[in-house]
């Protein structure tokens, strides 16, 4: 396992974070979980520890400096599927405060397996829609920063999560490296909820050719009720 551990040591070094023993330990122990509970529910099509390392766990992470710079204490990850980014970036920042969302009941048991497995703490799983826990008082306009990986349009996702963050707070939508027709589709959607384009980062992850792009959305003021529309009707009908 050595070799194993020296590459999620390396791809973490490659991005700037040096990882704790404890943390490599975390990212290794959710590995094993992941790909078991693979073999009885579709979680991901990603199994090999390689590819996981790379595009799972690495993937997740490359936020990290945007979350230390901008003093990010509460964080809501829509539509989280097997934890991703989420549970990587706890185990970055065991301090913040966590909230995974996700529609399917199966994937928020598993989530609960990995926190109590990799001793997580004040962190918390949701079984709903976006549309519904996004009007819910207790969660919206509650967060710094709400995350997705979620494969979805950047206007429907941009409606599922803007809700959740506090005015000045900001969604980050991780996309795949061709964003720009995407990114010019969203733009009147982003508008209409109150929100800006702060900036759009383009990057290859380390040691390979995947090429990905970070949308970095701020929230300007508070949001208008009626947002987000009745469940099916983002992605039915984009803004």
Not at 97 to 115: A, C, P
């Amino acid at each position: 396992m050595a070799d194993k551990i020296g590459l999620l040591e390396k791809l973490s070094s490659d991005i700037g974070y040096v990882l704790s023993d404890r943390q490599i330990d975390q990212f290794n122990d959710f590995y094993k979980m992941l790909v078991e509970k693979n073999k009885v529910m579709n979680l991901t099509a990603i199994t090999e520890y390689d590819e996981v390392v790379l595009k799972h766990f690495i993937d997740s992470i490359v936020i990290y400096k945007r979350i230390s710079d901008d003093n990010v204490k509460s964080i809501m990850d829509v539509g989280t599927g097997a934890g991703f980014p989420g549970i990587p970036l706890k185990i970055l920042f065991p301090d913040i405060k966590l909230t995974l969302l996700d529609s399917l009941n199966k994937r928020i048991l598993f989530l609960n397996e990995v926190i109590n497995s990799l001793e997580l703490d004040d962190i918390e799983c949701i079984h709903g829609r976006a549309e519904d826990i996004g009007h819910l008082l207790e969660y919206r306009e509650q967060y710094d920063l709400t995350v997705s990986r979620a494969v979805a349009n950047l206007s429907s996702l941009s409606e599922y999560c803007i809700p959740f963050i506090r005015i000045g707070g900001k969604f980050i939508s991780y996309k795949s490296g061709n964003i720009d027709d995407e990114l010019n589709d969203a733009r009147s959607a982003i508008e209409l909820l109150d929100s800006e384009i702060e900036e759009v980062e383009k990057y290859t992850l380390p040691d390979s050719d995947v090429q990905r792009s970070l949308v970095v959305i701020r929230k300007e003021k508070k949001l208008n009720r009626k947002y987000p529309r009745k469940a099916g009707m983002p992605a039915k009908q984009p803004l």
